[in-house]
């Protein structure tokens, strides 16, 4: 059986996909001198990990308007993946790491550190959400797909044909709880959701992944393509329930990372053969700079804020986008860092 141990769920995969297939963009860097200033008009969440240059130890780490919270000691390897806002609570969901390198599936409410699995496994979480007292976390424990719901793991059924998973997003409608994920085996890969544990492969003749998250608009399902090599031909770059949707003009390859839907319009968070940037319905907005990576995307009062990794002197560094405008986050600075995952909401 094909083990996902070195895929370490969502934002570390796509991490290492990145590193698999990104490269120097095509677009002239834009100097962030002569772009506008950032002005904070919602607060900004952002997951992710900050690492030093000489150890190049992960610590896990989340930041709210710029202001760090690190959540691990840097004795150990360990990543914050996704991130959650309940009224005064925040929630952050990835993996830290044991003695022996095996990765633990973890998450954090409020900075305090509750483990969902032991050392005796590899596991990671992706993807985190709160629905009244419930937190719902996705994940995987070897080469199973499961959800933990208050700590409690439940292992997701495989399609007849497949023989290895792994979950995505999540996202709870009323009592249905749906979960978007691959699975592997006869055929390569292929996107599928659960709804209430029962699987369902959308339909793709390519092999495809189900990017970082799941959204619902007017009852509408929405889920995000990812494929292991990008492709300018017009395959799916997401689902609206079942019917597969491509943006690709034939000319540009794209791979999907997160997906928001706001009104009638829908936006990707995405790769691209050009550089990193995020898709307004079928317009390409390109981020700024060199070696620019993607992870989130939100949409709030019809701003659009992306999450990643950017380069700032020199350096990689976490860094969230406001309408293309970047913010270089703090603790990273100077550091490595990597931002996974956003979240933005009203100020009060």
Known sequence: ????KHLINTTLAFSLFFAACSHKSDVKPVKTDTLPKYVQTANVYVAGSTYDSVTYVRQAAYWK????????????NAAANAITVNGNDVYTAGYTTDANGAYIATYWKNGVQVNLTT????????SIAVDGNDVYITGFIESSAVYWKNGQRVTLSLLSDKNSGSTAGIAIQGS??????????????STVYWKNSV???????????????????????????????????????????????????????INTIEIAVSGADVYLACLTAKGAGYFKNKKLTLLPGDYTEVTG??????????????THDKKSVATFWKNGVPVYLSSSIGKGGFASSIVVTPLK
């Open 1 to 4: 059986m094909k083990t996902l």
């Open 65 to 76: 308007n710029g202001v760090a919270t690190i959540l691990t000691n840097g004795t150990k």
């Open 119 to 126: 050392n005796a496994v590899n596991a990671s979480a992706g």
């Open 176 to 189: 249905d709880i749906y979960i978007s994920g691959y699975q592997l085996g006869a055929g390569g890969a």
């Open 199 to 253: 699987p369902t492969k959308l339909p793709n003749d390519v092999g495809s992944y189900a990017g970082k998250n799941i959204a619902f608009q007017d009852g509408h399902m929405y889920i995000p393509a990812t494929y292991n090599l990008v492709s300018a031909k017009p395959i799916p770059n997401y689902w609206i329930d079942d019917t597969p949707v491509s943006v690709a003009d034939g000319t540009t390859a």
């Open 297 to 310: 995307i939100k949409v709030q009062d019809n701003d659009v804020y992306t999450s990643g990794q950017s």
